[in-house]
């Protein structure tokens, strides 16, 4: 058994770890907010240095890491992308190297033209369309719909996108379809579609900048062409899903790198203060707290590399997609809350980078419906008689 990551993948690995310190680190204050009361905290960075630290990853080769060549991307190995995930996370700086929603990688030729390199090359922002308000996405009783009228498809209805909102945009709806393609389709709804129009989404500045309102998408009589469909009639929910399990994985390996982070907030915290003329770091209580997260940190991050190994062989990783996404959101929330004790109080105080880190970790993991499935999942399996 060989735990030795590839030296290719090492390399991809140091440059990561290079930029997030030289580029990403540098700014965090910068979002975190200097004035006081932190008036000035934002939630992402302003367009001209975004643009800047876009160009600095190109030329590095670091841009398009999880998008497939074929597409213009680096066609990173699942590996690879959760090795360059772990040390993105690190940071509170909300940048990424061109990562997209996989649903796009089902564009054709046309689309990936007028949709896809665009939203690649940011210039133009994704606005996802399956939630609708007050509902849950996938169910039977989605209103938004989309009827076939002369040739082309009417889509009427409301939806909510949490997608960072942009001056220039298209949408991905999700809406009902009878006939031939009896189901849920996905659509390329245009910024200019008449009957298309979004309110909401304003950039938070200050103390409200972990609060995300969402974008309110509305369709009145919106008419699109047949040509605007991605992947097939009714099947929207197929779209993106062979690659559905390794973004688990690279979701996993996230959770990692703000675990890593916080340990290293943790370390520093117990080394620079004394209680009753005794470093924390010496206390048992904080020693625990220490070795709790090292360890679940550890067996997080083992359990990653081996589901993103075998998910490069290739082999079916549906149970392993789903062990991790299951593990790595207990580890997380552990984490969080040993940090606390280590703090002797709530990470969550505003202007500290543990509180953007734990908030956006437990945001991203917090959904119970999603995890029940994981276990779900996992537990099929064992009644199936396969070993663990």
Not at 216 to 226: G, N
Not at 250 to 264: F, I, K, S
Not at 313 to 330: C, D, G, H, S, W
Request: net charge neutral; aromatic share 8%; hydrophobic share 40%.
């Amino acid at each position: 058994m060989d735990f030795e990551i590839p030296e290719e993948l090492k390399m991809v690995q140091s440059l990561v770890r290079d930029f997030v310190h030289d580029q990403l680190k540098p700014l965090e204050r910068d979002i975190l907010g200097r004035a006081a009361g932190l008036k000035d905290a934002r939630a992402y960075l302003p367009p001209e240095t975004e643009d800047r630290l876009m160009k600095m990853a190109t030329d590095i080769g670091l841009w398009g890491l999880s998008v497939p060549e074929e597409l213009g991307g680096m066609g990173l190995s699942t590996l690879g992308n959760c090795l360059a995930e772990e040390e993105l996370a690190q940071t509170i700086v909300p940048f990424n190297f061109g990562d997209v929603s996989p649903i796009l990688f089902e564009c054709n030729a046309e689309q990936k033209e007028k949709y896809f390199l665009p939203h690649f090359r940011r210039q133009r922002q994704a606005y996802i369309a399956l939630l609708e308000p007050q509902k849950e996405a996938g169910f039977p009783s989605m209103q938004t719909r989309a009827e076939r009228v002369n040739g082309d498809y009417v889509i009427s209805g409301r939806k909510v996108s949490f997608s960072r909102a942009g001056d220039d945009y298209f949408a991905l709806v999700f809406a009902a379809t009878d006939g031939e393609g009896k189901g849920t389709t996905c659509f390329f709804v245009d910024k200019a579609s008449p009957g298309f129009s979004v309110t909401g989404g304003e950039e938070a500045v200050g103390w409200r900048t972990q609060i995300k309102a969402p974008l309110s998408l509305a369709f009145a009589d919106c008419r699109v062409p047949v040509l605007n469909i991605l992947g097939q009639p009714g099947e929207a929910f197929q779209l993106g899903k062979k690659w559905l399990p390794a973004r688990r994985l690279v979701r996993g390996a996230r959770c990692v790198g703000v675990g890593q982070r916080l340990l290293e907030e943790a370390k520093a915290h117990v080394e620079s203060w004394q209680s009753y003329g005794q470093h924390l770091s010496q206390r048992p209580g904080t020693e625990s707290a220490l070795a709790d997260i090292a360890v679940s940190i550890h067996a997080c991050r083992l359990v990653v590399h081996e589901a993103a190994w075998k998910a490069d062989k290739p082999m079916n990783i549906k149970r392993e997609a789903a062990m991790v996404k299951l593990f790595a959101t207990q580890m997380i929330r552990t984490v969080a809350d040993r940090v606390s004790h280590v703090f002797n109080g709530p990470p969550y105080i505003v202007g500290l980078p543990m509180q953007r880190l734990c908030s956006d970790a437990l945001a991203t993991t917090a959904a119970d419906l999603a995890l029940e499935l994981q276990s779900s999942i996992i537990a099929g399996d064992i009644m199936k008689g396969l070993k663990v």
